[in-house]
C-alpha cells in the first residue's frame, strides 16, 4: 500500500484520490500552469498529511483499532463544522504514527507528492506533543521525520526545513518540556510555531517559551488570526517575535494591523482550502486572500493539512485562482512571496527565485493563450 502510495506520488498527474478542487492538467492550461510552477511551501502538518490509505495501512502495521471500516467512510467523515471539529480527527488519526518507520514514510509520502506537484522547497511542522503524550519517543519522531527529508532532498533536490509546533491547548509547561527535550536535536530544527485550538490561548502565555527558543538560534513563527482576533496577530509578533504569522486572514478587521504588517513585509502563510474547510470564510468566492493581495501583504498560499482538506498545493493555487479570478501575474507573486519568505539562506534563495522567474518568461500560458484563459 505505501508502494502503492508513492507510485501515485510521483507518477500521477490527475487529480488526488480524495476529489479536490483539481482537474486533469489535459483539460485546463491554468491546472498545468499552476502545477508546474515551481512553489515553496511554508505552512504543512506532517500530520495532516495523513492520508486514510496510509491510517489503514499503519493501523494494520500497529494493531491500531480504526473507527472508520473503511477509506471511504473515513472521508465521509471530513466534514467539519470549525477548527475544533477537525482536531479531534486529526489527533484520532495521527494515533497510528507509533515508530520511527510510520514517521519516515508519512513524510517521505508527503515529500514524494510535493514534488511531482511542483513543490521545491518545504517548510514542514510537525506537533512532537501529539505522539509523546502516546508513549512515542521524541527521537522516533524526529529521526524519521528528518530521515525522509535528508532522502528526499538526495534524490529530489527537493530542500526543507523543520519547524517544531508546540499545541497551545496543552499549556505552557508541556511546551517549555517539549522544547527542553528538543534541545538534544536542536540541529534539525529551524524554528518553533504554535498551533492546535486558538480561541482561549493568546500567545503571551507562551512568551518566555519563545524567548528561550530564539535564544537557541530557533526562527519563530505562530498560527495567529484564523480563528483568533487580530489581538492575537499582534501578541504573536510582539510577545512571541513571530516572524511570520499562519493564517492571519482575520488582520484584515485590523487596518491598523495591516498597515503594520505592509510596511515590515511581515509574510502571513494563508491557506485557502483549511479556510473553506474549517468555515473560517463561507466559500472561496468570499476568501480575503485578493484582497490581502491588493493590501499589499506578504502572502503565500499553503496546504496546511491537505489529506483532510481536500487539496495539495496547486489545488490551493486553482481554488483561489478560480474563486477570485486571479491573473498569471498575482498568482506567480504569490509564488515569489514564498520565497521571499522562506527561512533558506541567500544562495538557495536566489536559485528558487531564478528558477521562478525563468518560468515566469517560458511558461506558454499567457495573455494570448489559446482558448481563452487569458491570465
Ligand atoms: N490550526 C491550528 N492547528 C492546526 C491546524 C490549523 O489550521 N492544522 C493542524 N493543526
Ligand atoms: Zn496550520
Not at 280 to 289: A, F, K, T, Y
Amino acid at each position: 500500500m505505501i508502494g502503492e502510495m508513492r507510485e501515485r506520488a510521483t507518477g500521477d498527474s490527475g487529480p488526488p484520490p480524495h476529489g479536490g478542487d483539481s482537474e486533469p492538467a489535459g483539460h485546463d492550461p491554468l491546472v498545468a500552469f499552476v502545477r508546474a510552477m515551481p512553489k515553496v511551501e511554508l505552512h504543512l502538518h506532517l500530520e495532516g498529511t495523513l492520508e486514510p490509505e496510509l491510517m489503514f495501512e499503519l493501523a494494520r502495521r500497529n494493531g491500531v483499532p480504526l473507527r472508520f471500516a473503511t477509506v471511504e467512510e473515513m472521508r465521509g467523515a471530513y466534514d467539519f463544522s470549525a477548527l475544533g471539529d477537525f482536531l479531534r480527527l486529526y489527533y484520532e488519526g495521527a494515533a497510528v504514527l507509533q515508530t520511527e518507520r510510520d514517521f519516515y514514510d508519512l513524510s517521505r509520502a508527503y515529500l514524494h507528492r510535493a514534488y511531482a506537484d511542483g513543490v521545491r522547497h518545504a517548510e514542514v511542522f510537525f506537533d512532537p506533543q501529539t505522539h509523546t503524550a502516546r508513549g512515542v519517543a521524541f527521537r522516533d519522531v524526529v529521526s524519521g521525520i528528518h530521515r525522509a527529508l535528508v532522502d528526499a532532498e538526495a534524490e529530489l533536490g527537493l530542500t526543507s526545513r523543520l519547524i517544531m509546533c508546540f499545541l497551545r491547548d496543552a499549556g505552557v509547561e508541556s511546551a517549555a518540556a517539549t522544547l527542553t527535550e528538543a534541545m538534544e536535536y536542536r540541529d534539525l530544527l529551524t524554528g518553533v510555531g504554535l498551533d492546535s485550538t486558538e480561541v482561549g490561548y493568546p500567545p503571551e502565555l507562551f512568551a518566555g517559551v519563545f524567548a528561550t527558543a530564539r535564544a537557541a538560534g530557533l526562527r519563530a513563527v505562530a498560527h495567529a488570526g484564523e480563528e483568533g482576533p487580530p489581538e492575537y496577530v499582534r501578541g504573536a509578533l510582539d510577545a512571541l517575535g513571530a516572524e511570520r504569522i499562519d493564517h492571519g486572514v482575520r488582520s484584515l478587521e485590523d487596518p491598523a494591523l495591516v498597515r503594520r504588517l505592509v510596511r515590515g513585509r511581515v509574510p502571513l502563510t494563508v491557506c485557502p482550502l483549511s479556510n473553506v474547510r474549517l468555515k473560517v470564510v463561507p466559500d472561496m468566492e468570499s476568501h480575503p486572500l485578493r484582497m490581502m493581495l491588493e493590501s499589499g501583504l506578504v502572502v503565500t498560499v499553503n496546504s496546511d493539512d491537505p489529506a483532510y482538506f481536500g487539496g495539495y498545493l496547486s489545488d490551493n493555487f486553482r481554488a483561489v485562482q478560480r474563486g477570485l479570478g486571479l491573473d498569471r501575474a498575482q498568482l506567480l507573486t504569490l509564488a515569489a512571496n514564498a520565497v521571499e519568505a522562506a527561512f533558506v539562506d541567500e544562495g538557495r534563495r536566489a536559485r528558487l527565485r531564478a528558477d521562478l522567474d525563468v518560468y515566469a518568461e517560458t511558461a506558454p500560458l499567457g495573455a494570448a493563450a489559446p482558448g481563452g484563459h487569458g491570465v
